[in-house]
């Protein structure tokens, strides 16, 4: 029997990155310097939609210290547009541009790019750029868009670029055997992720040697190292994509961006140093938005709300281009693979139309589709528990996937390994209790006050493997990560990887468990991360995954490790590898304290090697091993929601909140929290403030965040978070991913408490956010 160092994985151990972030020590890109840089600002259209005629650079090129003004027709020798290939039946590719030739299909879109020795003379320089444009008709409605012209892509003869349809079981004839139907039309408003880093770019050419080196604000540097090596046409060993440390990221910065492109082909081209760093109004106008779809769904209920059948027609506006790699099925598809919930239902259909418009394009935000999913499954829950005189917990027990049904696979497909779903209710209701709110409420009702309560349960996929696509249909590979773990000759540990860090502490909660695998010293282990020419091939950060898949590597490659050490030492020792205890960095002999050997003198004996090792065993103190969950795994949670409306000024005041989550076997309790809350704080934010805004003519009304209103720490309610810690059965481990369950039901919990403080109005919450406005429209008609 071995002893390893377990109590490390599940203890609240403070971040080790905190000393450098907090201080501020990290190094973002705009920190970076690189001899002889030089800076880019991209000229952008003010348009929506328009042919792009005569650019004239004459101007700028006479400004002092500009060094380049270079258009479409300059990179195109230097690099192919970027294209996102998917396997789905009809999907229709858009190709992308470093910078748009012809046609600009959205506002900010770069049609020209200004070089010069400074950041502020590159901007100014970009001013001076005239450029003939030819305004079109902008297309803004994607339900008239789906419908006919004029075309986002005129090469392609459609806006429509996806359509898919999820049907089981018997749809019709379990509507027409329903005692109750309950549906409506829901609308979730667009949304943008707000990291505090805006996107960012660093490239450096080496003539010499021919190799391209990219810093980004990238969560994905293994993907992006792939995707330049096709589109520039180099060797993939020549290009070094480096994610040194990046303030957020939200699933906005997995996307290759034309700046990305541009950047690269630009510093090819000169041979210097390129260097961009947007600023916000770029970000709002031109990374990823999401969340942008109309949900037509409907319910079917027997007399004591057992849920007979669901089926959804959803419309998706996925904006102008179906971006790199993800395609335009990360979000469209997400929504109704997902409707079903974690939740028995016997028949479905769901069916999904993705259209593209003249707006930034969509792409994948914390949560992707399912906090889309759950606000209107949750939503029908509460409409058909209220017409049936049901607990809203009720209807749910009545309808959970029971543990004992799993794995279970889902309406959609999606198989869940786990179902702690009634139990994750159970401790909420516990936590927040519930009854005694019930009480709290009719206190209120009876004083004229609106309180209301609102649950939302949810499931989502983690973690996930080879079998399934991050992105359904995506050309890529997802589904396995690296690690190599390597002991030095000083005994310190370096655990590399590939994915990269956007503020989740991944330095701290890998090393972890590296070291509870391996049996060192947390603070002799160092993780080193978002470097492509630093470890194993991998993808990056996305979908819940690196505790998953990231950490079920470190602990096949320690373990692997841990077991070289313990043969050499039992060489050292003259005793039986069976024998041998390991902890804090010192492996012992059972039941004889005094024979004992550190890791630090293990190591030096592995590299050492001679009569130091045992006959034929290789030197050295490392090894690297790959991991694919297959299938990946289920993260399920229950939200409670209190809040109370103030209807004179038509304002919603949170309360309090409760989250109770199985997030599998928790690594760190105190990481654990932070991506829990932090998940929530942008929940809220769905739920009651965020929303992209474009007018008729496609220009962008909410461009800064004067206008687009993010949480403050002062919207927060009081939070109570607790974890049913059940280790997953499906990985190594036992972890499960964590990172977007917070978004995921928050925006359903705030919608059905709203909903539940005005039912005596009679009022239903079908879109949000929720905003000061739409809640005076809504009470001023009853």
């Given at each position: 029997?071995?002893?390893r160092s ?43 939609a328009?042919h ?5 650079v004459?101007?700028a ?30 999907y229709?590719a ?11 299909r959205?506002?900010g879109?770069?049609v ?14 970009a ?17 008239a ?9 005129a ?16 749809v ?6 329903a ?24 490239a ?29 046409d ?12 990046v ?5 906005m910065?997995?996307?290759l ?5 541009a ?10 140093p390129?260097?961009?760093i ?15 779809e ?119 497909g999606?198989v869940?390994?786990?179902a ?9 209701c ?31 996929l ?5 079998a ?16 190599t ?17 956007q ?10 468990v590296?070291?509870g ?8 282990v ?12 991998g ?38 590898a ?10 012992s002999?059972?039941?004889?304290g ?8 293990v190591?030096r ?68 929290e ?8 942008q929940?809220?934010?769905?739920a ?6 474009y007018d ?14 993010v ?13 049913l ?5 499906s ?13 995921i039901?928050?925006?359903a919990a705030i919608a059905n408490a709203?909903?539940?403080a005005?039912a ?13 406005e ?9």
């Amino acid at each position: 029997m071995i002893s390893r160092s377990p109590s490390l994985i599940g203890a609240r151990v403070t971040r080790v990155e905190d000393a450098r972030l907090l201080t501020g020590r990290g190094r973002y890109v705009a920190d970076l310097d690189a001899p002889g840089a030089v800076h880019v600002a991209f000229v952008r259209s003010p348009h929506a939609a328009a042919h792009v005629g005569r650019i004239d650079v004459t101007r700028a090129l006479a400004e002092p210290g500009v060094v380049a003004c270079l258009t479409a027709a300059d990179l195109a020798p230097l690099a192919r547009p970027i294209r996102a290939e998917s396997r789905t039946r009809g999907y229709r590719a858009t190709d992308l541009g470093a910078l748009a030739s012809g046609v600009v299909r959205h506002q900010g879109e770069a049609v020209a790019a200004v070089v010069a020795e400074s950041r502020y003379v590159a901007e100014d320089a970009a001013d001076l750029v005239g450029v003939d444009w030819e305004p079109l008709p902008a297309v803004t409605d994607p339900r008239a868009a789906a419908a006919a012209g004029p075309f986002v892509h005129a090469d392609l003869g459609t806006n429509v670029i996806l359509e898919r349809e999820f049907r089981t079981g018997e749809v019709e004839p379990a509507f027409r055997a329903a005692t109750l139907v309950v549906a409506d039309r829901f609308r979730f408003h667009r949304h943008a992720a707000i990291a505090m880093e805006n996107r960012a770019c660093l490239a450096a050419w080496d003539t010499g040697r021919g190799d391209l080196t990219l810093h980004s604000t990238t969560q994905i540097p293994g993907m992006i190292r792939d995707a330049l090596a096709d589109i520039l046409d180099l060797p993939g060993h020549r290009i070094r994509v480096v994610a040194p440390d990046v303030g957020g990221g939200f699933g906005m910065k997995t996307i290759l961006y034309p700046e990305e492109v541009a950047v690269a082909a630009i510093a090819r081209r000169l041979g210097r140093p390129v260097k961009w760093i947007g600023d916000r109004r770029e970000d709002l106008l031109t990374s990823s938005q999401a969340w942008d779809e109309q949900v037509d769904a409907e319910l079917a209920v027997d007399g004591v709300g057992h849920i007979l059948g669901l089926r959804a027609t959803v419309l998706c506006d996925v904006g102008a281009y179906s971006m790199y790699p993800w395609t335009a099925s990360i979000e469209a598809v997400q929504v109704i693979s997902f409707l079903p919930g974690p939740y028995r239902v016997p028949a479905y259909r769901g069916a999904v139309q993705a259209v593209a418009t003249n707006k930034a394009p969509m792409g994948p935000y914390r949560g992707v589709g399912r906090p889309v999913s759950a606000f209107v499954v949750e939503g029908l829950l509460d409409r058909a528990a209220r017409r049936l005189q049901l607990d809203p917990g009720e209807i749910r027990r009545r309808n959970f996937v029971r543990p004992d049904e799993a794995p279970y696979r889902s309406a959609s497909g999606v198989v869940w390994d786990t179902a702690t779903f009634a139990e994750c209710l159970e401790r909420a209701c516990r936590i927040a209790d519930y009854e005694g709110l019930r009480r709290q409420q009719q206190e209120a009702r009876a004083a004229g006050r609106s309180f209301g309560i609102g649950i939302a349960s949810y499931v989502e996929l983690t973690g996930v493997g080879s079998a399934i696509p991050a992105s359904p249909g995506a050309d890529i590979s997802t589904g396995t990560e690296g690690a190599t773990v390597r002991v030095d000759a000083s005994g310190t540990v370096t655990a590399t990887f590939a994915i990269a860090s956007q503020g989740q502490g991944h330095e701290t909660t890998l090393a972890q468990v590296v070291a509870g695998t391996l049996g060192a010293r947390l603070g002799d282990v160092r993780v080193v991360h978002g470097d492509t020419a630093a470890g194993p091939i991998g993808s990056g950060t996305y979908a819940s995954r690196t505790a998953v898949i990231a950490g079920g590597a470190a602990v096949r490659a320690a373990e692997a490790v841990r077991d070289k050490a313990l043969v050499i030492a039992a060489h050292l020792l003259e005793a039986s590898a069976s024998d041998l205890d390991v902890a804090d960095g010192v492996i012992s002999v059972r039941g004889a304290g005094d024979r004992r050997v550190t890791l630090r003198e293990v190591a030096r004996a592995a590299y050492a090697a001679g009569r130091r090792l045992p006959h034929g065993l290789e030197p050295g103190l490392e090894a690297t091993r790959y991991y694919d969950p297959y299938f990946g795994t289920a993260s399920g949670a229950t939200h409670i929601a209190v809040v109370e409306i103030d209807r004179a000024v038509a304002a919603v005041r949170l309360h309090r909140y409760v989250i109770a989550e199985d997030c599998g076997r928790v690594i760190n309790p105190l990481v654990v929290e932070g991506q829990t809350i932090g998940g929530l704080a942008q929940g809220v934010g769905a739920a009651l403030l965020e929303e992209v805004v474009y007018d008729g003519g496609g220009q962008l009304l909410t461009g800064t965040l004067l206008d687009y209103l993010v949480p403050m720490a002062t919207d927060m309610p009081p939070i109570t978070v607790e974890h049913l810690d059940r280790p997953s059965p499906s990985t190594l481990g036992g972890f499960r991913g964590v990172g977007e369950g917070g978004t995921i039901g928050a925006p359903a919990a705030i919608a059905n408490a709203v909903s539940d403080a005005l039912a005596p109005l009679g009022i239903e919450i079908t879109e949000l956010p929720i905003t000061p406005e739409r809640l005076f429209q809504l009470l001023a008609v009853c």
